[in-house]
């Protein structure tokens, strides 16, 4: 079956470490992006690629890091610049090449508790 | 820059009765539409897209919803809600021009009641 892989589920780390959360998939799609989620406030964009090798900030990008060498695979790391990490995170993907009405598809997140 | 409102935290419905889920948008062009659904610790379903066209859209699980550009608006709605459609509702728009970010709402509880 298609789909995206986020793992771990859960995620504990201290304060002050970096931590890397991973995405995969298998869809074959160009675009990949990362989302936070914290109560009450939807989804914010953390960071988005269009295609391999490329990537932007999105909205709330500060104290985070990506990589896309591959075109199955967008990790993200939460640095410890990151002033408030614990929040689950949301990988997803879309089509795109050129059709920008697509859905995007969403992983199960990780939830990151930062003590 | 697009935006999208969703005005109300959580609506309550009775099993079996129609439900409907508000949302509002802004973009400077024409919109493309889309309503999620969550469940608990899960990521994001989709449901329904609005692109252009036929105003009632239909989706999955039964839902459908209705674009109205004069109101700048998407409710989502169904005609007979169950108990297992209790989960939280997301809206969200993307711009027409080309790669745009899409911008979610900040979601609706919907509670069906037995």
């Known amino acids: 079956d298609g789909g995206i892989t986020q793992s771990p589920k859960y995620l504990f780390r201290k304060e002050g470490q970096n931590v890397t959360l991973s995405c995969e998939q298998n869809?074959?799609?160009?675009?990949m992006y990362w989302y936070r989620q914290d109560p009450g406030q939807g989804l914010r964009l953390i960071y988005y690629s269009q295609i391999v090798n490329d990537f932007q900030k999105g909205d709330i990008a500060e104290g985070y890091s990506v990589s896309r060498e591959k075109k199955e695979s967008f990790p993200l790391t939460v640095t410890s610049a990151q002033k408030n990490p614990t929040a689950f995170y949301l990988c997803a993907s879309s089509m795109e090449g050129g059709v920008y009405n697509s859905p995007l598809h969403f992983g199960n997140g990780t939830r990151l508790t930062v003590t | 820059a697009q935006s999208v409102a969703q005005p109300e935290d959580q609506v309550n419905v009775a099993e079996g009765n129609p439900l409907t889920v508000k949302c509002t948008y802004s973009?400077?062009?024409?919109?493309?539409l889309f309503w999620y659904v969550q469940y608990p610790n899960r990521g994001l379903q989709f449901l329904l897209k609005y692109i252009t066209g036929d105003n009632l859209v239909k989706g999955s699980y039964g839902f459908e919803a209705e674009f109205n550009k004069s109101q700048t608006s998407f409710h989502l709605k169904k005609p007979s809600a169950l108990v297992s459609d209790s989960a939280l509702y997301f809206c969200?728009?993307?711009?027409?021009?080309?790669?745009?970010?899409?911008?979610f709402g900040t979601g609706t509880r919907l509670l069906v009641s037995p």
């Open positions: 969200a728009v993307r711009e027409d021009t080309g790669f745009q970010k899409l911008v």
């Open positions: 869809l074959n799609h160009d675009a």
């Open positions: 973009v400077s062009g024409n919109p493309y």
